[in-house]
């Protein structure tokens, strides 16, 4: 059975930090992408951070220089680190896995999300 549990949400003050982890089972974890999204109150699902396969990274401009995603591939595991974090980044955050052959693709997993509050 395909897994994947997001852990490391809570309340942080602005400013401050938090690692999410996303610990993956059921399936060859080093040959999907892997990414973060998340989703506030009355707005859009959003990705925020994707790392591929081969370790390249993408960022939401909203993140850039203050979140960094990571993966372990012996732990089967994917990280978020968010640094300065401020009350615009609150929302539910989600992991993501994607499988592609021949540029299709083929599955599309979802974790059941985290929270994070970002407040005084």
């Known amino acids: 059975q395909v897994q994947l549990e997001e852990s490391g949400g809570g309340l942080v003050q602005p400013g401050g930090s938090l690692r999410l982890s996303c610990a993956a089972s059921?399936?060859?974890?080093?040959?999907?992408?892997m990414s973060w999204y998340r989703q506030a109150p009355g707005k859009e699902r959003e990705l925020v951070a994707a790392?591929?396969?081969?370790?390249?990274?993408n960022y939401a401009d909203s993140v850039k220089g203050r979140f960094t995603i990571s993966r372990d591939n012996g732990k089967k595991t994917v990280y978020l680190q968010m640094n300065s974090l401020k009350p615009e980044d609150t929302a539910d955050y989600y992991c993501?896995?994607?499988?592609?052959?021949?540029?299709?693709?083929?599955?599309?997993?979802w974790g059941q999300g985290t929270q994070v509050t970002v407040s005084s």
């Open positions: 059921g399936f060859t974890f080093s040959n999907y992408g």
């Open positions: 993501n896995a994607q499988r592609r052959r021949w540029g299709t693709l083929e599955y599309d997993y």
């Open positions: 790392i591929t396969s081969t370790g390249g990274t």
